[in-house]
């Protein structure tokens, strides 16, 4: 007699059970831990993964074993961004309403390729991508935004788009503060190599930015950054605005295309949520596209990435057809045609979490949220000024701190931080500014506290002393 078949998350008794062992063994994992990531380094993490025996036997364990064991074993070895000394990258806690919701996205399991395999789902989307879209282009007449993966996806996307709109001979023009993601997104659209525009003060420098553009003659795409990985800085968006604008008119090298302006908003991007901060992105509206990440400062897990376009014809380039998919009748009867929302094909339904969590905070919800992250770092910067044996690299734009023992070189520096996640006791990131290298610290947990601040700066300084 066959055994029966596992059963299937569809059926909420057996997956309410299983989810209790999952939370037990998220729980028990993270006592043994004890720490914001798992002491000892890759060696140790990877032998204590090895001894729980063969990921493919020959005969399962059964799934309370497997599910316990495994789940204790990740959590055991988790980086994990909800413990307030895990400030290393922008890499958030999340709600736990958006996990909840993300748990119920995995359950139903609509596929975002065809209306048929996602009715609800569709519709939702459409209704948060043109509410988020409409948040980034207030003024816009038709708004419009992708689901994506997150700023590497929505900075290629943007690139595509543009591509198609000026063909092969588009010049990309960024900052040399810009993420690596637009110099390989060139390369995979077979695009010229980017101009870089230097950032002597880490941010983009508008009267630099118009002596490139002297000296193009064709289509340009110029990529803003509103939100630098390493610093968390704003690009001065209206100057910048405003140079694209001159270059478009032809005024000083004849008869041009213009200057388009895509900014990389995926760490910045949620501040529209703070009624106190959102003026950081004055001309933001400006730009034709614009990234945004909500699995950075908002809270999701990831991913929940967003490109936001200025006007939805731009997408009409991406319309595929695939006859089990969206045929012609299909489509032309009014079944919503989905493929031209994505690269990709099957894909989850990102958007329910993001929509959870637009639902239950609102603006003013995730712009406290926003406004108590940006207050810490600036909190931990005053601490840091008033530390005698610390350096301060700058106040901070966003929720990112750089600091630095005094008189510490680039190699002593570099060794606090691996001392620090080999004893598993903070985790910090690394940024070079100035010649010089940072540690770095990148507040996303709203629950840290200033104990919390407090203890990053005494764990530093003690490693800096051995």
């Known amino acids: 007699m066959r055994a029966a078949p596992p059963p299937l998350a569809a059926d909420a008794t057996a ?14 994992g993270a006592q043994v831990r004890g720490g914001p990531l798992p002491a000892g380094g890759p060696e140790a993490v990877a032998r204590r993964l090895a001894e729980l025996g063969a990921v493919l036997p020959d005969t399962g364990t059964g799934p309370d074993e497997a599910l316990r064991t495994l789940v204790r ?12 000394l895990c400030a290393a990258h922008l890499h958030t806690p999340p709600l736990a309403l958006a996990a909840a919701a993300d748990l119920a996205a995995s359950a139903l ?24 879209a409409a948040e980034v ?34 010049r990309i023009v960024v900052g040399a503060n810009a993420h690596h993601s637009f110099r390989r997104s060139a390369w995979l ?24 553009l002297d000296g193009e003659t064709g289509p340009v795409l110029v990529a803003a950054t509103a939100g630098t990985t390493d610093e968390g800085l704003i690009d001065p968006l209206p100057a910048i605005a405003e140079v694209c604008a001159a270059h478009g008119s032809g005024s000083r090298s004849g008869s041009r295309s213009g200057a388009e302006l895509h900014v990389d908003a995926a760490y910045g991007g949620p501040v529209l949520f703070s009624r106190t901060h959102r003026r950081l992105l004055d001309g933001l509206d400006r730009a034709r596209t614009v990234t945004v990440d909500l699995h950075k400062l908002g809270w999701q897990p990831a991913a929940a990435g967003l490109l936001a376009v200025r006007d939805t ?34 894909r989850r339904p990102d958007v329910l979490k993001t929509a959870v969590t637009l639902r239950a905070l609102g603006r003013t919800g995730l712009g406290a949220l926003v406004d108590r992250c940006m207050d810490l770092a600036q909190d931990l910067a005053g601490l840091v000024e008033k530390a005698p044996g610390l350096d301060l690299k700058g106040r901070p734009t966003l929720t990112t701190v750089l600091f630095r023992p005094t008189g510490a070189d680039d190699e002593a520096v570099a060794a606090i931080r691996r001392t620090l996640l080999a004893g598993g006791r903070a985790v910090l990131g690394r940024a070079r500014a100035d010649g010089r290298l940072w540690l770095k610290a990148t507040l996303l947990n ?19 002393h051995r």
């Open 15 to 28: 997956l309410s059970r299983l989810l209790g062992t999952a939370l037990d063994a998220l729980r028990e």
């Open 73 to 84: 074993a990740l959590a055991e070895g988790a980086a994990d961004p909800a413990h307030p």
């Open 109 to 132: 399991n609509p596929s975002m390729d065809s209306w048929d395999q996602a009715p609800a789902a569709s519709a939702l989307e459409a209704e948060v991508t043109a509410a988020l």
């Open 137 to 170: 282009f207030p003024d816009a007449t038709q708004p419009d935004a992708l689901v994506t993966t997150g700023g590497t996806e929505s900075n290629q996307l943007a690139l595509l788009l543009a591509r198609e709109r000026h063909g092969a001979g588009l």
């Open 189 to 212: 659209l077979g695009l010229r190599e980017p101009v870089a525009v230097p950032t002597p003060t880490g941010v983009m420098d508008p009267a630099a930015l118009a002596e490139v």
């Open 313 to 346: 014809a731009d997408l009409a380039v991406l319309g595929h057809t695939a006859d089990y998919l969206n045929a012609d009748d299909d489509t032309e009867a009014g079944l919503p045609d989905l493929l031209g929302r994505s690269l990709r094909t099957t």
């Open 446 to 464: 709203p629950h840290t506290t200033p104990g919390d601040l407090a203890e990053i700066l005494t764990l530093v300084e003690g490693s800096a």
